[in-house]
Structures are given as structure tokens and as C-alpha cells.
């Protein structure tokens, strides 16, 4: 995960691709907090709940 922690640190522009499902569970090991990335990119199956959330999080979105 340091490699991760690393990357994401020293990168121009931060961009998280994940399916839906993704934000179902919380995972035992993380590297970096949604509000990190400059933009999320998730499939149309997001709950309006947690689409909601996030948009009220300030994190940029777009669903496809």
C-alpha cells in the first residue's frame, strides 16, 4: 500500500475508476480517502444515497 500512498502523492491529477459495488463494503485496507481524488468515475449502479453523499462531499463525480 506505501507504493499507492506514494504514487497518489506525487501525482499531476488523481482519478478513481470503481464499479458500484465498491462502496457497498468497508475494505480492511486502505490507502487514500475519496476526498483525495480529483474526480470519481463509477457505473450507473451507484445507490442516490451514496451519489448524494458524495456530491455533498464537494468529491467531482460522474456516473456512466
Known amino acids: 500500500m506505501r507504493l499507492k500512498s506514494v504514487m497518489l502523492n506525487v501525482a499531476a491529477s488523481r482519478v ?7 462502496f ?5 485496507h486502505g490507502f487514500a480517502d ?6 470519481v468515475i463509477v ?3 451507484l445507490e442516490p444515497e451514496i ?3 458524495l ?9 456512466v
Do not use: M, W
Not at 456530491?55 to 456516473?63: C, K, N
Open 43 to 45: 457505473d450507473s449502479g
Open 55 to 63: 456530491e455533498e462531499r464537494g468529491i467531482p463525480l460522474t456516473v
Open 24 to 28: 457497498h463494503y468497508r475494505a480492511l
Open 34 to 39: 475519496l476526498s483525495q481524488f480529483d474526480h
Open 16 to 22: 478513481l475508476l470503481a464499479d458500484n459495488r465498491k
Open 51 to 53: 451519489q448524494a453523499d
